[in-house]
């Protein structure tokens, strides 16, 4: 597969997954969608339309309430609740690309090597090493700079969702010693770590005069 069909089936997914959306965060959803916002940004900073960080922050934002959120009343997320929605009609193909998504990996990744168009990468929540098939998207990995993804599954390779958090290099070693930290006890989520290792990268663009280590801490000084 080249990395045109790659991006084509990318493509393909993020279609899929507006046309679920337009349902779960259309008009009957606008209540959920507020309480979603209220949840995802709060102590994070104001939501301003005019930053340049506008639109990665609502891709970040919509992963997670397509992916992550439980709706209320469902105790599922807009993804697991697909077929409880009568408006919603599927293809063959998109059934199968709503099963691969169901399967999706959501976790912090240190980038290793590009070779051509294939990306390698660490899964340090697993601990294990994927590879990145021909990925139309080969710029913006640091080896110094940890980030967030969620990456689904297809036959023999995997493609990125939309949205990505990158932490600066700074937050390293608090990342990693986050990460210690969960593996070693069952009992905390690892989805309320990314959150709010999310939180604190906003407030890091948001405070470039506060130092790193005040933000990115278990005792945070900037409120999160």
């Keep these: 597969m080249s990395a045109t069909d790659s991006e084509s089936k990318m493509k393909f997914y993020f279609s899929l997954m507006d046309k679920i ?6 008009p009957d959803f606008q209540e959920e969608v507020r309480l979603a916002k ?5 102590n994070a900073g104001i939501l301003d339309e005019r930053s340049e960080q506008f639109e990665l922050r609502m891709s970040q934002f919509f992963d997670w309430y397509f992916f992550t959120r439980e709706l209320r009343g469902f105790s599922q ?4 609740s697909v077929h409880m929605a009568r408006p919603l009609r599927f293809t063959d193909e ?9 399967n999706h990996r ?14 390698y990468l660490k899964d340090l929540l697993r601990g294990d090493k994927i590879v ?5 998207w080969t710029f913006g990995f640091d080896s110094d700079e940890l980030f967030e993804a969620r990456l689904v599954p297809q036959r023999d390779n995997w493609y990125f969702m939309k949205g990505f958090c990158f932490h600066p290099r700074e937050a390293k070693k608090f990342i990693l010693s986050e990460v210690k930290r969960h593996k070693k006890d069952p009992d905390l989520n690892p989805e ?18 506060v130092k790193i280590d005040l933000i990115y801490s278990s005792e945070s000084k900037v409120g999160i």
């Design 21 to 26: 959306l337009n349902h779960f965060a259309g």
């Design 38 to 42: 209220s949840d995802f940004f709060d």
């Design 77 to 80: 997320t807009p993804l697991e």
């Design 94 to 102: 998109e059934q199968q690309a709503i099963d691969a998504m169901k």
């Design 106 to 119: 959501h976790s912090l990744f240190e980038f290793q090597k590009i070779k051509g168009n294939d990306i």
């Design 132 to 136: 990145v098939k021909e990925c139309p």
């Design 192 to 209: 309320d770590m990314m959150l709010r290792l999310i939180k604190m990268r906003y407030k890091f663009e948001r405070y470039r005069h």
